[in-house]
């Protein structure tokens, strides 16, 4: 069964530094979403993409973030100079349809860990 | 500021018997509802959606919804002690908001099924 891919698994980086968060969405989607999970917190919303721009994005998504389709298999999170708040599980999602009257079924990824020391 | 509420548990069932989850959510333009399971340290896992008045089934699980009363349940029968996790309630943004499709969730109520 297809699934969403994220690398790496675990990113351990020192504030200031620039990480970047890897995601291969499953191969029929066409939309393509970031979230975040803080420890013992909701999964929040960062960002939504379609057709090689951004959709939508929430008040957590600043100028620190941006995201990127580089090739025809790559869906990637950049924070460019993290902070220790940004310490949290990052989320790839895709799904087959959006919008609010179609059945936007979202898929997660298995996350990646990033820690900001 | 669209929340969705769910009580944080922990909710405690024998096995075999029947967990009832429950969420209630503020968005009245929301018309696509979810229920994901996230074992400890992992990721959200789809088991149930929804988007019509009533119940829907799929195997062990039921989904509820009553868009009057702006409340999401699900049911699962015959409770395994794997089915231990933290069950997540999550709604699409409605068309009022302008979404284009982003979730919001809720905190989970966490389900011990004791063997």
């Known amino acids: 069964e297809p699934e969403v891919t994220q690398t790496p698994s675990h990113q351990v980086t020192q504030m200031g530094q620039e990480v970047i968060l890897r995601c291969v969405p499953i191969?029929?989607?066409?939309?393509f979403y970031w979230y975040r999970q803080i420890l013992g917190q909701k999964v929040e919303f960062l960002v939504s993409?379609?057709?090689?721009?951004?959709?939508?994005k929430s008040e957590i998504f600043d100028d620190q973030f941006s995201v990127e389709r580089p090739d025809g298999s790559n869906f990637t999170l950049k924070i460019r100079s993290t902070k220790l708040e940004d310490s949290a599980m990052y989320f790839c999602?895709?799904?087959?349809?959006?919008?609010?009257?179609?059945?936007?079924?979202?898929?997660f990824g298995p996350g990646t860990r990033l820690t900001v020391l | 500021q669209k929340e969705v509420e769910q009580n944080s548990g922990p909710l405690s069932v024998p096995e075999g018997a029947i967990a009832s989850l429950n969420c209630t959510y503020s968005d009245r333009g929301s018309q696509s509802f979810f229920w994901y399971r996230q074992y400890s340290g992992k990721s959200p896992e789809l088991i149930m959606s929804?988007?019509?008045?009533g119940d829907k089934e799929d195997g062990r699980f039921t989904a509820q919804l009553n868009k009057a009363s702006q409340y999401v349940s699900l049911l699962i029968r015959d409770s395994q002690p794997s089915d231990s996790a933290t069950y997540l309630c999550a709604v699409l943004e409605g068309i009022y908001g302008g979404s284009q499709g982003n979730l919001i969730f809720g905190k989970g109520t966490k389900l011990s099924v004791k063997p």
């Open positions: 999602a895709s799904s087959r349809t959006s919008g609010v009257f179609t059945y936007n079924e979202q898929f």
């Open positions: 993409f379609y057709n090689n721009e951004i959709s939508e």
């Open positions: 929804i988007y019509s008045n």
């Open positions: 191969s029929n989607h066409l939309y």
